[in-house]
């Protein structure tokens, strides 16, 4: 069980997300009662775009790693997916002032249902002073397009772009997955703004970016509501 774990880790750490559930799935039927195959299938069914599932593994995991940040921060970022902003909100107490958790949850009072716009824009305010923040390009992006929807949502078009601007310039050095839930970002903005054809055209590249991960998933629910 440990060298599977362990190239399930891999698989999912270089972004191979097909491979990475096809390890994984056996695990979880054959050890599924344990935490540290719990934790890994909760991770990989997340990044590959099943946050229900992801979820209720994450919960069981909590149980038992108390504080830990990995399980905190897709806890959050699952009920965010989920847009049960409530449930973000209470699962950030977990680990309230880590930089991962807080930008889950500037995601979800933005973008999700039921989240809180006024505390999301506070919670990005608050982290651009974050030291970590310049530590991580995959952050630093994020909170660039967090941004973006802060401006989005006050209609500052050319805002919106130049915030937009910036965090792509961090794409080439993310994973496929990662640029395209920063995509996934970038149309919530765009659509925020009232820019409604170009969301459209961002939330499709975002699909094309990684079909199999979670930011082509919620930009897909995202385009297909735009033309409800």
């Known amino acids: 069980m440990p060298l599977a774990v ?31 195959v719990r934790k890994i299938a909760a991770e990989i069914l997340y990044a590959s775009g099943d946050p229900l599932s992801a979820a209720s593994l ?16 897709g806890l959050v970022a699952s009920y965010a997916a989920l847009n049960r902003a409530g449930d973000a909100r209470r699962c950030a107490a977990l680990l309230p ?11 979800s009072e933005l973008a999700a249902l039921g989240g809180d716009p006024n505390r999301g824009s506070a919670l990005v305010a608050e982290i651009a002073n974050d030291r970590e923040l310049a530590r991580s390009p995959e952050r630093a992006a994020m909170h660039q397009a967090l941004g973006a929807i802060v401006s989005g949502r ?12 910036v965090a792509e310039t961090s794409a080439p050095h993310l994973r496929a997955g990662d640029r395209a839930f920063l995509g996934y970002l970038g ?3 765009l659509r925020e703004a009232g820019l409604t054809d170009d969301a459209r055209a961002t939330f499709t590249l975002a699909t094309d970016a990684s079909p199999d991960s979670i930011g082509a998933a919620l930009a897909q629910r995202e385009r297909a509501n735009l033309s409800l």
Do not use: M, S, Y
């Open 6 to 36: 362990w190239r399930a880790r891999k698989a999912l750490d270089r972004g191979d997300l097909v491979v990475a559930r096809t390890i994984v799935a056996p695990l979880l039927d054959r050890f599924g009662t344990v935490t540290l």
């Open 97 to 107: 002032d880590n930089i991962d958790v807080r930008l889950a949850l500037a995601w």
């Open 58 to 73: 994450f919960e069981q995991v909590a149980k038992k790693l108390t504080g830990d940040r990995v399980v905190a921060v």
């Open 187 to 189: 149309g919530v903005a």
């Open 154 to 165: 006050l209609r500052d078009r050319d805002a919106v772009r130049a915030k937009l601007r």
